[in-house]
C-alpha cells in the first residue's frame, strides 16, 4: 500500500464516522453499539493497514539510504579525479603532470670545446608528459601505475612505474603502517631525490643527487622495498635490479644492488624545523658492458647533463669504467624557518675497478634555499624524509586581491667527476679519470597561482672545467642559460 491509498482509506472513515454520528439520534441503543463495534473493526483494520504502509516505507528508505552508502563517491579535489568507496577500502586517483621547458644559452664566452658540445640548442622540451592512476583496494593494498610521454629530448614514451605495496601492518605502537612494495618505481636515495618532482625548488636536482640518484635507484627501478615512519623519522630499504625496458645488456639490466636511508626532524614546532639524514646506496653487481649472452666486463659511468634538460649534452662524464662494483655515501641538512628553507648535500661515490687497477673516488655537494615572498610553508613530511611542496594560501584571483604564491630560489652546486686527472695519461693506467668538473650557480622566481599550476623562472651560470683525455688542453666552457617551465600537476 502507498500513501496514496493510505489517504483514501483515512478519508473512508473519516466520512463513516460523520455518518454515524449523524444516525445515532435516530438508532436505538443497541443499534448504536452494532454500528459502534462496526466502526471500531473497521478502525482497527485500517490501522493494521497503516502500520503496514509504514512498516514498508522505512524499509524504502533503508534500501535507498544502504545504496547511497554503497555508492561510490566522486571527487576532484585540485583537478584530481577520484573515486572512492564511503568506507576507503577502495579508491582510485588519476594522476598527472605535464612540465614544458623552453631555454635559451649565452654562450658568448665559451671556451675552446669539442664538435658537438659547444653549440647548445635553444628551444623547448616536454620534460615530463606522465599520466597515471594510484590507488588503494581492500583497505590494506596500494598501487600505481604511470605511462610517460614526455622525457629529455632523448628518452622513449614508456612505463615510468607499475608496483603495489601492503600497507596493513603497524609494529611498536606505530601510527603509520610499514609498508612493503615490490614492482618498479622510483628509488629515492637522497634528501633533493625525495621531493617529488613536481614539487622541486628548481627546475631540475642538483647534478650530484641527480648523478647518484639516477645512477643506484631513480625512476623505474625495479626493486623490493620496506618503508616506516613515525611522526619525526623516515626510514627505507630497498633491493634494486634494472630499469624498466632496459635489455641490451650495458643499461642497467643485470645490475643488482641496495639503498637504504635515513631522514630525521630532531628539533620541531610549528614554526620551525631542522633535519638530519644519511644515505648509502651500493652495487653487488653491475650490467655487462657487452650485448645479452656475449661474457664481458661489467661497467659503469658517471655523467650528468647541466641541471637543465632543454639541450641533452653531458659536458661532464667520466666515460665507461671497468669495475666489481660501485657505493655512494651522503649526509643531508635542511632548515625551515617558517617561510624559508635552507637544505644542503655532500655525496661521495666510490668505484671499485676490476683488476690491478686502483679504485676511483667522485664527490659533490649543493646548497640551496627558498623564501616564499607570500609567506607559504615547506614543511617536513614524515612519509618521505623531506620537505614538502608549497602550496598558496590564496589562488590567483584579481578581482578578490590574491595572485597566489610567489618563491625565491637560489642554489650552488658542484659535481666533481675527476680523479687523479693531472696524473699519467689514462694509457699507462685507468686509475686516472678526466670526466671534468662542472659548476653551477642558480637563482630562481616560482609562481603558483593555484595548487595545480606553477611557472618557474630560472638562470644558470655554468662553468665546466675539463681536460683532454689525450693531450690535456681544456675542453671546458662557461655559458649562461635562462629557462622557462609551465607546469600542471594533479
Known amino acids: 500500500m502507498n500513501l496514496k491509498q493510505a489517504a ?14 449523524a444516525q445515532q439520534a435516530q438508532l436505538t441503543p443497541e443499534e448504536r453499539d452494532a454500528r459502534i463495534q462496526a466502526l471500531e473493526a473497521r478502525l482497527a483494520e485500517l490501522e493494521t493497514q497503516l502500520n503496514d504502509l509504514k512498516e514498508s516505507s522505512s524499509a524504502d528508505v533503508a534500501d535507498v539510504r544502504r545504496v547511497q552508502n554503497e555508492a561510490v563517491q566522486v571527487t576532484l579535489n585540485n583537478a584530481r579525479p577520484t573515486f572512492a568507496t564511503p568506507d576507503g577500502a577502495f579508491r582510485a586517483a588519476i594522476r598527472g603532470v605535464f612540465q614544458f621547458d623552453a631555454a635559451t644559452y649565452d654562450q658568448s664566452g665559451a671556451a675552446s670545446v669539442p664538435a658537438g658540445v659547444r653549440d647548445l640548442n635553444a628551444g623547448t622540451n616536454f620534460r615530463r608528459a606522465r599520466l597515471g592512476v594510484e590507488g588503494t583496494a581492500f583497505t590494506d593494498w596500494n598501487y600505481a601505475i604511470t605511462y610517460e610521454t614526455g622525457g629529455s629530448g632523448v628518452e622513449a614514451a614508456g612505463l615510468q612505474q607499475a608496483w603495489v605495496e601492503y600497507a596493513g601492518w603497524r609494529p611498536f605502537g606505530l601510527t603509520a603502517p610499514v609498508r612493503f612494495r615490490v614492482g618498479a618505481f622510483a628509488v629515492e636515495n637522497t634528501l633533493e631525490g625525495a621531493t617529488s618532482n613536481a614539487d622541486q625548488i628548481f627546475l631540475e636536482r642538483p647534478s650530484i643527487a641527480e648523478t647518484v640518484r639516477g645512477t643506484f635507484g631513480g625512476d623505474g627501478r625495479s626493486a623490493l622495498g620496506v618503508y616506516a615512519n613515525g611522526d619525526r623519522l623516515a626510514l627505507s630499504a630497498v633491493l634494486t635490479g634494472g630499469l624498466i625496458g632496459n635489455s641490451d645488456g650495458a643499461t642497467n639490466d643485470e645490475q643488482t644492488g641496495a639503498v637504504v636511508r635515513a631522514g630525521w626532524l630532531p628539533i620541531s614546532s610549528p614554526d620551525y624545523g631542522v633535519h638530519i639524514g644519511a644515505n648509502y646506496s651500493t652495487i653487488f653487481q653491475l650490467p655487462d658492458a657487452t650485448a645479452p649472452g ?31 662494483g660501485a657505493n655512494a655515501y651522503g649526509v643531508e641538512l635542511g632548515a625551515q624557518l617558517k617561510n624559508l628553507l635552507l637544505t644542503g648535500e655532500y655525496l661521495t661515490i666510490n668505484v671499485d675497478r676490476s683488476g690491478a687497477v686502483s679504485d676511483n673516488e667522485f664527490r659533490g655537494w649543493y646548497v640551496q634555499g627558498a623564501w616564499a615572498i607570500t609567506g607559504e610553508t615547506r614543511r ?44 699519467p695519461n689514462p694509457a699507462a693506467t685507468n686509475a686516472t679519470v678526466r670526466g671534468g668538473e662542472q659548476t653551477i650557480t642558480s637563482l630562481g622566481l616560482n609562481w603558483y597561482p593555484n595548487n595545480i599550476l606553477r611557472f618557474m623562472l630560472q638562470y644558470q651560470s655554468v662553468e665546466i672545467d675539463r681536460l683532454n683525455s689525450t693531450s690535456l688542453t681544456q675542453i671546458g666552457q662557461d655559458y649562461d642559460a635562462f629557462a622557462l617551465r609551465t607546469q600542471v600537476s594533479f
Not at 483514501?8 to 454520528?21: D, K, P
Open 8 to 21: 483514501v482509506l483515512g478519508a473512508s472513515w473519516l466520512a463513516l464516522a460523520s455518518v454515524a454520528e
Open 294 to 324: 656475449v661474457a664481458g666486463p661489467a661497467t659503469i659511468q658517471l655523467r650528468d647533463r647541466p641541471e637543465l634538460r632543454v639541450d641533452g649534452a653531458r659536458l661532464v662524464d667520466t666515460g665507461t669504467l671497468n669495475a666489481d
Open 380 to 423: 617536513w613530511n614524515a612519509t618521505n624524509g623531506g620537505f614538502a611542496a608549497l602550496r598558496p594560501t590564496n589562488a590567483f584571483n584579481p578581482a578578490g586581491g590574491h595572485w597566489g604564491a610567489f618563491e625565491l630560489a637560489a642554489r650552488y652546486s658542484v659535481l666533481d667527476l675527476n680523479d687523479n686527472e693531472t696524473g
